[in-house]
């Protein structure tokens, strides 16, 4: 959930200053040592040393948002199940940033000068901190502020998440472990988007980064696609811990539905690398819809806030044919407006139908996309907002749906032009359910005609997990229960071909 969304309404009230500037994302965090209310020394840069990712929450004792995020237990959560008494990958520490409040208000109103809106010491098992001087180095615009500080001493800045949103993001960052280690950060596959609309060149690339003690001076990694090597490159360098390197691989052109898989396969000239966990990438493309007109319908269902969208239909060379909603959002603009959303030239109203018939010109390869400038999509916290595009010699049905998304939906589509081999596979509904899923994975498919369906199940490594055997379907598809209790905590793709076409899912395991 986003919390500052909610709370908008609040965050109006309550924040009465601003900054010149922000911390950057991936700049390096300023080093405090401070003691918490309780007389405990916290030596930041000593917790990044040792290995722990560090969530500092700055907020102010008077600030209705930061209270109700308290109160939701998304951090006492988070420290519970990562702190000390969890797996003891992380600390929390809470900071009251104002320096016009005294002591007293992290207690509630009694003896507070500054105001207070509740006691945010009672029940509260991470750290707390009154210190001014963190927020000032943190260069916070506003309350509640939240980073996620990656043992590399980079910070990134995150909005109030759950406690398992923000777990997703402190993991992501790169963490030392055992002396001859390697990993793959700041992936990109070199595209957009994860449909394939005829042949679409792509570009992948990563950073590659020791995570060993010792120095790190060679690795080969491995490009696949769909298991057959593509390309493998043989690195060298000079890389002490925690430091990077560009990795690029040549322009792959992709026409099919599958896997793209990046390896390190082999570190330091055949020595073992500790942790293989975040040697693997895998991209899971599928293949675009397809129909034979040029004329489309685009229906949009904004949310309780019509101001945060923006989108726009691009041809196969990025040409903008067509846009609507937030000009001040943009295409980029994707949670970038903590501190509300302009209502710039086009702005939708809330919770309103919008319709636009777009006329392309010529068949070809388009796709469309979606920003929400505060990154929880249009779907279904706030509104049940959704966008349809519709082939107008179809209206029935919607060729792309969506708006349950984050900061971005990307999707790609073929106007004007329709391929056979396209159409059972892509137009087949699959459902995964649960998702995640932690004893039984459901999956459902249904098909426009009988045909023969058959799938195969990798785990984040690329490696088999489960097989399906060929099979006939009868009209309206097929159902398969797929029992995962046993399996590991992670990202899975079940992949399925349905009659001459493929077509890739993904889901996670959690426990």
């Not at 903008?320 to 702005?347: E, I, R, S, Y």
Request: charge should be negative.
């Amino acid at each position: 959930m986003n919390w500052r969304k909610k709370l908008f309404p609040f965050l109006l009230i309550a924040i009465t200053f601003r900054l010149s500037a922000q911390l950057p994302d991936g700049s390096v965090a300023p080093d405090f040592t401070a003691k918490d209310i309780m007389g405990q020394t916290h030596h930041l840069y000593d917790l990044l040393d040792s290995g722990k990712i560090v969530v500092i929450e700055i907020s102010a004792a008077w600030c209705a948002p930061c209270w109700v995020y308290h109160t939701s237990h998304a951090l006492e959560k988070l420290y519970d199940a990562h702190g000390p008494a969890g797996d003891d990958k992380l600390r929390v520490l809470w900071v009251e940033g104002d320096p016009n409040t005294n002591l007293n208000c992290l207690y509630g109103p009694s003896g507070c000068n500054g105001g207070s809106v509740g006691n945010f010491v009672a029940g509260t098992s991470y750290p707390i901190l009154d210190n001014a001087g963190i927020a000032n180095a943190f260069q916070i615009t506003y309350y509640p502020s939240i980073f996620v500080i990656c043992p590399n001493k980079k910070t990134y800045k995150v909005d109030p998440l759950d406690a398992e949103d923000l777990w997703e993001k402190a993991r992501q960052c790169p963490v030392a472990f055992g002396s001859n280690n390697a990993g793959i950060f700041k992936y990109s596959s070199g595209t957009e988007l994860s449909e394939l609309c005829g042949i679409q060149d792509i570009g992948p690339n990563f950073t590659l980064t020791n995570l060993g003690s010792a120095t790190l001076t060679a690795a080969t990694i491995e490009l696949k696609w769909n298991n057959s090597p593509v390309q493998t490159l043989q690195w060298t360098g000079n890389l002490p811990t925690y430091s990077e390197a560009p990795i690029s691989f040549e322009n792959q052109s992709l026409s099919n539905a599958g896997i793209l898989k990046t390896t390190i396969t082999n570190i330091n000239n055949g020595t073992g690398d500790e942790d293989f966990s975040n040697n693997v990438r895998n991209d899971v493309f599928a293949l675009a819809q397809q129909f034979n007109s040029t004329q489309v319908l685009l229906k949009i269902r904004t949310d309780n806030y019509g101001e945060e969208t923006y989108w726009e239909v691009r041809d196969e060379f990025g040409t903008v044919l067509a846009h609507g909603g937030n000009q001040d959002v943009g295409p980029n603009g994707g949670g970038a407006f903590p501190l509300g959303t302009p209502l710039g030239p086009g702005t939708y109203p809330n919770l309103t139908l919008i319709r636009d018939t777009l006329v392309l010109p010529t068949g070809g390869c388009y796709s469309i996309h979606f920003s929400d400038a505060f990154g929880d999509g249009i779907c279904c916290d706030f509104g049940t907002g959704y966008y349809r595009l519709y082939n107008l010699d179809n209206p029935g049905t919607p060729v792309i749906s969506g708006g349950e998304f984050e900061n971005y939906s990307r999707r790609a589509f073929g106007a004007g032009t329709v391929s056979a081999v396209y159409d059972l596979a892509q137009n087949a509904d699959v459902q995964l359910f649960p998702n995640p899923a932690s004893d039984v994975l459901n999956i459902e498919i249904e098909t426009s005609t009988a045909c023969e369906i058959s799938g195969q199940i990798f785990n984040a490594l690329g490696q088999l997990q489960h097989l399906f055997p060929a099979e006939k379907s009868a009209l309206g598809g097929n159902d398969w229960q797929v029992p995962v209790s046993g399996w590991p905590e992670g990202i899975y793709f079940v992949q399925l071909k349905i009659g001459a076409g493929t077509v890739t899912k993904r889901f996670l395991v959690s426990k």
